[in-house]
């Protein structure tokens, strides 16, 4: 039986039966022959927030890549009990997972309503519920619709980025390091709508970052993935009480 870190508000506290939406069993993760992940397992309860830290190279772009069927991988990924490894990023993508890349490859020459647009190819229906929902969540995005996405500052891109994953009505959503090279009121704007969609829809989110107060802020329970492999996991106490992680993510 799994452990989850506990909560005192939000969705997470309020689930009836604790159990995992996304499991992940034994992963190993190929880029041609290199081997990027040796043996990752990691859980996410339903309407919970997981933060997964490591330095650059650890491989949590990978683990990502690897959940949305990017890369060539053994193991396990399951969503809801069905398997993922086994099905393309199109059939991944229709089980309503969400993903907002790191770098997120917006098209900069198209407007920001044509880039949300594009997000939205596997619910037509709803696409004009999602654009208002989004709209909602970054009010910044109704003003600069129809400018062209490249014009944007960094953290209206982000927005765009994280804008174009919920096109999809995600029920769990992917996001790789949202807070790197954006200013701090920025970055408290992105985290405070992360949380929005947490609290809000319920909305289930594993994401990565280097920023580790950034992770922390929003997320119950952290991974500390280096090279490949997870290091250790637990509650920000649990990972504090462990003094080289303590050294390595806490400062001191
Ligand atoms: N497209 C790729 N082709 C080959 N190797 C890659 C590719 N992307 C990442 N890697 C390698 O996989 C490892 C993990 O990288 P990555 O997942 O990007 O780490 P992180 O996101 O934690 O910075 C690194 O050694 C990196 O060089
Ligand atoms: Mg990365």
């Known amino acids: 039986m799994k452990r989850y870190g506990r909560r005192t508000s939000g969705i997470e506290s309020k689930a009836r039966t604790i159990m995992a939406l996304l499991e992940i069993n034994d992963l190993f993760a190929f880029y041609g022959m290199a081997e990027s992940l040796h043996g990752v397992s990691l859980a996410v309860a339903e309407g919970g927030i997981i933060g997964l830290i490591g330095p650059n190279g650890a491989g949590k772009s990978t683990l990502m890549d690897s959940i949305m069927g990017l890369t060539r991988t053994r193991g396990s990924i399951k969503l809801d009990g069905q398997e993922l490894t086994t099905k393309n990023t199109a059939q991944i993508v229709r089980l309503n997972v969400g993903y907002a890349p790191e770098r997120a490859h917006l098209f900069p020459f198209m407007t920001v309503h044509d880039n949300l647009l594009i997000g939205a190819y596997t619910a037509r229906g709803k696409l004009e519920r999602n654009l208002e929902r989004v709209m909602d969540l970054f009010p910044i995005l109704q003003t600069r619709r129809y400018q062209e996405t490249g014009t944007l500052s960094g953290g209206e891109r982000q927005m765009v980025s994280l804008g174009r994953a919920l096109m999809t009505t995600p029920r769990i959503m992917l996001v790789d390091e949202p807070a790197i090279g954006l200013a701090p009121k920025v970055c408290g704007d ?28 929003l997320a119950s329970r952290l991974y500390v993935l280096e090279t490949g492999r997870i290091r250790m996991s637990g509650t920000v106490e649990e990972l504090k009480a462990d003094p080289e992680t303590k050294r390595a993510y806490f400062g001191q």
């Open 190 to 217: 992105i985290a405070a709508a992360l949380r929005r969609l947490n609290q809000e829809s319920g909305l289930t989110i594993v994401i990565t970052e280097q920023n580790v107060n950034f992770a922390m802020s």
